[in-house]
């Protein structure tokens, strides 16, 4: 029997206010984006179909009109996402001009590799004409054959940001930097999800601190959706073969995505990838035959209902590529009964737009958080008569039997770690302050029965933008504009580097004598430095704490409403607040030291616990348990300098017998960075 991890459920609001558009015919996000139209460097994180691509478009058309630019070029990470930038009648909605690409200096419709297209870029910037839409790949043995001086004066957009990467070996980041450097072009980078799998910098910080930033959350788009109520967000831990358990999580009658391991995963066993197809489709029913317009599989279920399915794995280019056409037949877009089934491997990710898609399915678990971000975003769609959406990964349980269960584990901790994240990028916005006896409430927010209370620290919710502001006792400050600015903008990206990092995930969820201080404190902290190595100590701390501040809120807002009433359904966009609201008004004092001394991996673990059964977790906690980390020079001068701080207080220095477990950490932690000087470790 399959069993699930219910990581994440989230029921939104409905109310419309991401699809609506203004008197331009421009969503929310576009919007918002658009009033930032003027600045050289933009920098928009937004979710899958919450209208990236023609925001640009409404951005590029006024650079080129009002802002003297010379030409656009859109550089996207592969052809397939080249056609969301074809034609669109702007004019027709509102706007003041129309997007129009004339038809060859869309480089991602013509034939040929990326190389033999450089010639074309080098006539196009040679040209009058003012759009040219190309891949990532193009762009850059365009810039290594032309040089970066000859786009000065002209906008680069590129979609898909996160493909790009601060690592010299990256060399899309590398020219992206050049280009920076010289400052005589504009650029506006898109994203639905602004972090690496590889947890890797997108950007230098210097760079980065460039770019004005357009954050529109998953929250406001679907919280603004018309349809869209509900995403669920769910593990499955399998044992055997997935194909013989695929039905116990694929309901044939919801429109779904499925998306095949990798041959060489192991999830995949013996199988070759168009075995494993024809073993799905043998699961789902009785075949049919093809349709031979469209070269959809046609299944037959046990109840009678014809199945239609798309087999993108299909090896044979002529089928697939009929295949691929036929799902982005424009005059179908809105038609729900065209497929009922996509069965794929490495396509329909990123850029593939399906509105129908109520049910993400992904066998093995993908090792780039960004990915599975990405997969949820097909079927993060608005449609009518789409209420529900879910995203399920089926992975490979541990089997106690065996010797080697490290993948599986592996697989599980990531799982944790995914679920973890998307918890955070699926709540609403925190906005953090410090709490004074100058605080007062904010204007726009609702603060429960009772209102503000100046003696308390207090949570306000403002339901038209989605943020809670919370009051926290002994908050520092931000005191550079990075770090105001990662503070704003980039929390989800720090709590993303934190999930992927294994000690981390390891101990929180398996070192039963673990102080939470030594991963809110000590490897928070050690991470904000690594991400950010020019900020100051002030500065990395006040990052440190909101984010700890976040996942905290978040996890034990989600533990409070459940401890509260399992049996009550919580109506919509009022489980988290209810929680947070619980949590942070039943505490008297709302600060710091509380928050660092809770483990943000508890929650996970008890739904662990309930999803896998005692013998398997016992292995799991015995691997980990096995090879615990010892204290690192680099986390014992974070300890020296708290023991340090602790002498000043309290007129004393930390022991290393004394029954609070954190000031015996930072005695050890004294001790070893001591030990690490007189070795010569710090210079």
Known sequence: ????????????????????????????????????????????????????????????????????????????????????????????????????????????????????????????????????????????????????????????????????????????GAHLGQLIARDRVHVVAM??????????????????????TVTYTYYEQLNGYEHLKTLDIGYFFYTGSYADELLSVLDPNEKTILHIPNVNAREAGPLHKSAQVSHIMDAVGDYQGTDPITGFHLIETPEGQIIKVADLVEDDPRKRDCVSAALKDPTQKNNRDH????IALGMAKEGFDWIWCEHALTVGYRASLTEIVQIIGRATRDAKGKTHARFTNLIAEPDASEGAVTEAINDTLKAIAASLLMEQVLAPRFNF???????????????????????????????????????????????????????????????????????????????????????????????????????????????????VAAMNLTQQAKKAVLEDDEDREPSANTALIDGVRKFAMDVRDLDIDLIDA???????????????????????????TSKRTQISPDEAVTWAKRASRFKKENGRAPSMTAPDPYEKLMAEGATAFMRFRKEGRYE
């Not at 497929?339 to 996509?342: E, G, M, S």
């Open 1 to 172: 029997m399959t069993k699930s991890i219910p990581s994440v459920s989230v029921t939104y609001a409905q109310n419309g206010a991401s699809t609506t558009s203004n008197e331009y015919g421009m969503r929310a996000m576009q919007e918002r984006a658009y009033e930032r139209r003027g600045e050289q460097y933009l920098l928009i994180k937004s979710p899958p179909a919450s209208g990236k691509s023609r925001a640009l478009m409404f951005i590029a058309l006024d650079k080129l009109e009002n802002q003297g630019l010379k030409q656009a070029i859109v550089v996207v990470p592969e052809k397939s996402i080249g056609s969301s930038f074809n034609d669109e009648p702007l004019a027709k909605y509102g706007f003041w001009a129309d997007w129009t690409v004339v038809p060859k200096w869309n480089l991602c419709n013509a034939p040929g590799g990326d190389d033999g297209k450089v010639g074309s870029v080098g006539k196009f910037l040679d040209s009058d004409d003012r759009i040219l839409i190309c891949t990532h790949a193009t762009f850059r043995f365009a810039v290594d054959k032309f040089g970066i001086e000859v786009f000065d004066d002209r906008l680069i957009a590129v979609d898909e940001f996160h493909h790009v990467s601060a690592n010299p070996d990256n060399k899309l």
């Open 191 to 212: 994203t639905g999800s602004y972090f690496r799998g590889d947890a890797e910098a997108v950007l230098s910080p210097a760079d980065e601190s460039k770019f004005d």
């Open 339 to 342: 497929v009922d089934l996509i």
């Open 433 to 547: 302050t410090p709490k004074t006896t100058a605080s007062t409430e904010q204007e726009g927010f609702e603060y429960g029965e009772g209102g503000y209370d100046p003696a308390k620290t207090n949570v306000g919710f403002n339901e038209e933008t989605g943020q809670f502001q919370v009051e926290i006792k002994g908050l520092a400050e931000p005191k550079t504009k990075e770090a105001e600015r990662i503070c704003q903008e980039d929390l989800n990206e720090v709590i993303t580097a934190f999930v992927q990092d294994k000690p981390v995930i390891e101990r929180g969820l398996f070192d039963e004598e673990l102080v939470p201080e030594e991963l809110t404190v000590v490897r928070m902290g050690k991470i904000i430095k690594d991400r950010y190595p020019e900020l100051e100590d002030g500065d990395v701390e006040a990052v440190r704490q909101r984010a």
């Open 598 to 624: 809770i483990n943000p991996f508890n929650e996970a673990y008890s739904i662990l616990s309930k999803s896998m059964d005692a013998e398997r977790l016992q292995q799991v906690q015995a691997v980990i």
